[in-house]
Nanobody, 120 residues
């Protein structure tokens, strides 16, 4: 009932910027929270940033002040503006949506992932 398609990854030099986009296709469900997670080789998948339907945001400490998450509710799209990128930001970035027919019946949905590589 929810499909997520990411775009915007790529290769960038340290100090550069990238903007990730994720479009959600939804049938009969509401989307409550959308966010971005990332997973580097050999590491667990961690939260980067999230945004609720009301606009409240959460960021990992490692990206505060450098990344900004935003959301277009009308388009079911979430963005991640990444500035001052560092080599340690290199990872596969996954879009996430918390969605369901009601607030008491929610499930996590994931995109296919987009590679972000930051060269030093």
């Amino acid at each position: 009932q929810v499909q997520l398609v990411e775009s915007g990854g790529g290769l960038v030099q340290a100090g550069g910027s990238l903007r990730l986009s994720c479009v959600a296709s939804v049938t009969n469900f509401r989307i409550f929270t959308m966010g971005w997670f990332r997973q580097a080789p050999g590491k667990q998948r961690d939260l980067v940033a999230s945004i609720t339907s009301g606009g409240s945001t959460t960021y990992a400490d490692s990206v505060k002040g450098r990344f900004a998450i935003s959301r277009d509710g009308a388009k079911n799209t979430v963005y991640l503006q990444m500035n001052s990128l560092k080599p340690e930001d290199t990872a596969v970035y996954y879009c996430n949506a918390l969605s369901g027919p009601a607030v008491w019946n929610l499930k996590d949905y994931w995109g296919q992932g987009t590679q972000v590589t930051v060269s030093s």
